[in-house]
């Protein structure tokens, strides 16, 4: 799954509205799993099973579980570690590597990306973000004055907007808080 990637120009509100997906569905896309062992591999595809059903997507999403996301677990062992479940990122790429990352860092071991949490009709895109900053943009981007700047972190779950007269694209990037950031959409 490849993932959204910064704009080297920003893109107006009305077309990033286009690129991004419904903030209100998200499915569970499960990951190759041949990396897992035998013993692991199992208690994998159980827990998955668990976790992918459509009300449980939606308990997520309540739970403020949203896209970006992803499950890792270690590839070797009993099977008896939960998941980490990393969520609200603002790319594909950016959860499973948070995700892996938290993993090892509580279980000691190497891990792996078992299932990664996505808009419902998913596709490499030019613009991705969590699913709040996808609300946000859905449901509040048209309010308030102009200018109007959004900037997100790839790497993070940050982004921040910037609206007004005194708005600009350095403020969208200070309020994002990230070393990262960059503008993604602006409309003047």
Known sequence: MAAGTAQAEPMTGDAAKKQLFSPSKMIMHIADLSQFGAGMKQAVNLTLDQMKAPSQM????????????AVAFPVSGDGQVPPTIIAQLNTPDAAGAA???????????????????????????????SQAATKRVVDGWDDGGMPKFLAYSPTTHAWGIAKGPTASARTA????????????????
Do not use: H, M, W
Request: glycine residues 10%.
């Open 99 to 129: 995700a892996v990352a938290a993993c090892q860092q509580a279980n000691g071991g190497q891990c792996a990306v078992a299932a990664l949490l996505l808009p419902r009709g998913y596709k490499a895109r030019d613009l991705t973000l």
């Open 58 to 69: 939606a308990k997520f999403l309540e739970a403020g579980y949203g896209y970006y996301g």
């Open 173 to 188: 990037i200070e309020s994002c808080k990230e070393s990262d950031c960059v503008v993604a959409i602006a409309d003047q």
